[in-house]
């Protein structure tokens, strides 16, 4: 059983930085795609990165230049590092997996089987 479990969110002020981490359980797919989405109130969830086990990234255009996809395969953890961050940034924030290559950017929702429960990111002006 695949598990995912996110952590590293928090309150930060615009133009601060934060690391999400999602460390992952039961995964034995050699290939794989990972990514993060973002869901605020109101608003439909959507992908702010993506990283397949080949290491090809890709992003969404809100947040390209300001956080960086990452993955250490030997701690099974999947990073999001958030730089600059805005208000518009405030969301939570999931993990999400599936045991094959990203599918083009790999940012559509509907690609992914494995969920984590999510971490919320706040950021104030």
């Known amino acids: 059983q695949v598990q995912l479990a996110e952590s590293g969110g928090g309150s930060v002020q615009a133009r601060g930085s934060l690391r999400l981490s999602c460390a992952a359980s039961?995964?034995?797919?050699?290939?794989?795609?990972m990514g993060w989405f973002r869901q605020a109130p109101g608003k439909e969830r959507e992908g702010v990165a993506a990283i397949d086990s080949d290491g090809s990234t890709s992003y969404a255009d809100s947040v390209k230049g300001r956080f960086t996809i990452s993955q250490d395969n030997a701690k099974n953890t999947l990073y999001l590092q958030m730089n600059s961050l805005k208000p518009e940034d405030t969301a939570m924030y999931y993990c999400?997996?599936?045991?094959?290559?990203?599918?083009?950017?790999?940012?559509?929702?509907?690609?992914?089987?494995?969920w984590g429960q999510g971490t919320q990111v706040t950021v104030s002006s």
């Open positions: 039961g995964y034995t797919y050699s290939s794989y795609c």
């Open positions: 999400a997996a599936v045991g094959r290559y990203c599918s083009g950017s790999g940012l559509r929702a509907y690609e992914y089987n494995y």
